[in-house]
């Protein structure tokens, strides 16, 4: 039987060793300030760190250990705007949680900003021609 994966929790006990290893995987901070995870990447390009037995995404581990718990539901999204553009980065003061609905626009405005400005014109209203 599979065993359960713990949720981070904030505050929750880290020794030293794991916290030196943590940061012995971390870059120093690039043009944008992204701390990049030179360690094990995975599917898409997020960062994978081992903590007590188990796998968790590294930018989440991050957030949980240095920010606050992350609310059931709610997913980590490396924000734009504070200049992060690496699925890769740990920085916790470019991640923010969010609702996923919140985290997909947000992915989609960066992916198409010009997606509402470049909207094609509604075609007029077809009507009926009128009987002679």
């Not at 929750?12 to 940061?23: G, L, N, T």
């Not at 553009?85 to 900003?113: D, G, I, W």
């Amino acid at each position: 039987m599979a065993r359960v994966k713990p949720d981070l929790k904030y505050g929750q006990p880290v020794s030293e060793k794991d916290w030196a290893r943590f940061w012995s995987f971390v870059s120093t901070p690039d043009e944008n300030g992204c701390l990049l995870w030179r360690g094990h990447l995975v599917g898409r390009g997020y960062a994978q760190f081992g903590f007590k037995g188990h796998g968790y995404q590294a930018h989440r581990w991050s957030y949980s250990m240095l920010v606050r718990t992350i609310p059931k539901g709610y997913e980590i999204d490396h924000v734009y705007a504070r200049g992060c553009r690496s699925k890769a980065c740990v920085n916790p003061e470019h991640l923010q949680a969010v609702t996923p609905s919140e985290n997909m626009r947000r992915a989609y405005a960066v992916k198409f900003p010009n997606a509402k400005r470049h909207r094609p014109p509604l075609r007029p209203r077809l009507t009926p021609p009128e009987a002679p």
